[in-house]
């Protein structure tokens, strides 16, 4: 018989959490336990026993995709949705999400659609016709260029930006991490990210891993989240990322030839921007 509990998973390093906690707890539907896992002891949720149905855990070791796991393994739900800790739900997100995965069955995970707080538009740039950019969509995709929703021949995930609003859901190659629902006898249960730091890829890796599985992937039209957009882009992080894109790319059988292109074009075109930005400055 099917478990109709939910649990909800967030990795977090700790602090003012309300705005997500508020935001699940203030929706259509109240998940039965919320289950932070912290790093360690030295970390802790301000105005936790605002929540009743919040459970906080210890990995004893710091690491996203390391603390959600943990965080799963605690969960005691029969649908359980991983969330990352500057996720704003809104107010009918966790019910659609229920709604869609219950129509699908057992062999899917789904996702919401990203909308950036505050505002009415999409997490994820639609396709630029400029001839730089459809450069880059070659580079990074061959002749087939932008297409939302897929893993590129480079390795690169494009956007989620789909134009089906005629159904309640659509396929995709990949979900990103910060709001996925499953069933629990899907979950990956095994700390799949070997680097330290920035969990940079981890989703791509996971979407692999859920569809080893034999699942499916979707993104539900009728569920919205709201994050913010941080960018902390640096020589350093741009490499981190091509190292980190390398692995991913080992999981998935693709070649790299066509990855180092696309993250020579991604650090020329920082450095570009860098640069015009110091001249202004020594202009001014």
């Not at 995965?101 to 999409?122: E, Q, V």
């Not at 639609?126 to 061959?142: D, E, P, Q, T």
């Not at 629902?181 to 990210?193: G, P, Q, T, V, W």
């Not at 993104?219 to 919205?224: A, K, L, T």
Request: glycine share 8%; hydrophobic share 35%; net charge positive.
């Amino acid at each position: 018989m099917r478990d109709y509990t939910i649990s909800i998973v967030i990795p977090s390093l700790g602090g003012n959490l309300c705005d997500t906690l508020d935001s699940i707890n203030e929706g259509s539907v109240r998940p039965d336990e919320i289950v932070i896992c912290l790093p360690n002891n030295t970390h802790s949720v301000k105005h936790a026993n605002k929540y009743k149905n919040l459970v906080i855990k210890y990995a004893q070791k710091y690491g996203q995709v390391y603390q959600r796991i943990i965080g799963f393994k605690n969960a005691k739900g029969g649908y359980v949705l991983q969330m990352d800790d500057d996720i704003i739900l809104e107010k009918n997100c966790l019910e659609n999400l229920l709604i869609c995965l219950m129509k699908l069955g057992n062999t899917a995970a789904i996702a919401p659609a990203y909308f950036k707080r505050n505002t009415n538009s999409s997490l994820y740039k639609k396709k630029s016709k400029s001839l730089f950019h459809r450069a880059v969509y070659w580079v990074a995709n061959g002749s087939l260029g932008y297409e939302p929703g897929v893993i590129s021949l480079s390795g690169i995930n494009f956007g989620l930006n789909f134009s089906n609003k005629t159904q309640d859901f659509n396929e995709s190659e990949w979900l990103p991490g910060g709001c996925i629902m499953h069933f629990r006898e899907n979950l990956i249960m095994k700390d799949y990210f070997p680097f330290n730091g920035k969990a940079y890829s981890e989703d791509l890796i996971h979407s692999f891993l859920l569809k080893e599985r034999g699942l499916k992937l979707y993104i539900c039209n009728d569920s919205v989240v709201y994050t913010d957009v941080v960018s902390t882009e640096s020589v350093k992080e741009i490499y981190k990322q091509y190292i980190i894109s390398k692995y991913v790319n080992s999981v998935y059988g693709i070649g790299l030839t066509r990855l180092k292109a696309y993250y020579l074009i991604k650090l020329i075109f920082f450095l570009f921007k860098k640069g015009k930005k110091f001249t202004k400055r020594i202009v001014i």
